[in-house]
């Protein structure tokens, strides 16, 4: 157990659809991260978020949204889904400067696209 | 821009037997390495870390790395195989940001294990 959950465990939607993906992160984290890996693929960075502000953001359309809130846990939003927004996405969390930087995962939310 | 190569898609090895998984990186700077492992239906759970200092790093579950900057790599291995290491495995590097690192992770190598 890592201390950051995800929900759902697992969504079905249609394509066009839009979807929100919830993250709440360990105590005391205050950077959130998100992830995209699908299947038989490794994750592929999609942002991160830093007390409430995105500070990174990896190679996804803007359709691809995200917030933190104050308690610092975070919203994966999409829109317009496509069938090959189909994935396990996966959040992590990590407190810097902890010093040992470690992210911590949760168990990822299964969306279906259809 | 990082990135990162695993070259084995798939490995079976009988349990009691050592098991080495390959890890290249691309990355212009000192790199932050890592490797993780993910279960079945699993988040991902970190295995060990590279910083910096002595470049052989000890992590859980009985497992080992070693970085080579000569040769861009960061190797998994592991003296003798259980039953329970079958899973999936990334490797992993570190861009450093104002807030930590982002990951650029390797495809993953799956690792069988026979009884």
């Known amino acids: 157990e890592t201390g950051v959950t995800q929900s759902p465990t697992h969504l079905i939607k249609t394509r066009g659809q839009q979807v929100t993906l919830r993250c709440s992160s360990q105590?005391?984290?205050?950077?959130v991260s998100w992830y995209q890996q699908a299947l038989g693929q490794g994750p592929q960075f999609i942002f991160q978020?830093?007390?409430?502000?995105?500070?990174g953001r990896g190679n996804f359309p803007p359709r691809f949204s995200g917030l933190q809130f104050p308690n610092y846990s975070s919203e994966l939003n999409v829109n317009a889904l496509e069938l090959d927004d189909s994935a396990l996405y996966l959040c992590?969390?990590?407190?810097?400067?902890?010093?040992?930087?470690?992210?911590?995962f949760g168990q990822g939310t299964r969306l279906t696209v259809v | 821009a990082q990135s990162v190569t695993q070259p084995d898609i798939h490995i079976t090895v009988s349990e009691g037997a050592s098991l080495e998984l390959r890890c290249n990186y691309s990355?212009?700077?000192?790199?932050?390495l890592f490797w993780y492992v993910q279960s079945p239906g699993q988040g991902l759970q970190l295995l060990l870390k590279?910083?910096?200092?002595?470049?052989l790093v000890q992590g859980i579950k009985g497992f080992e790395a070693e970085f080579k900057r000569s040769q861009s790599s960061f190797n998994l291995r592991k003296p003798s195989v259980h039953w329970s290491d079958a899973a999936e495995y990334f490797c992993?590097?570190?861009?450093?940001?104002?807030?930590?690192?982002?990951?650029?992770f390797g495809g993953g190598t799956r690792v069988l294990v026979k009884p």
């Open positions: 992590a969390s990590r407190n810097p400067p902890s010093g040992s930087d470690e992210a911590f």
């Open positions: 105590s005391g984290h205050n950077t």
């Open positions: 978020y830093y007390r409430e502000e995105e500070n």
């Open positions: 990355y212009g700077a000192t790199p932050y």
């Open positions: 590279y910083f910096s200092g002595d470049t």
């Open positions: 992993a590097v570190g861009a450093p940001t104002a807030a930590g690192n982002k990951l650029t």
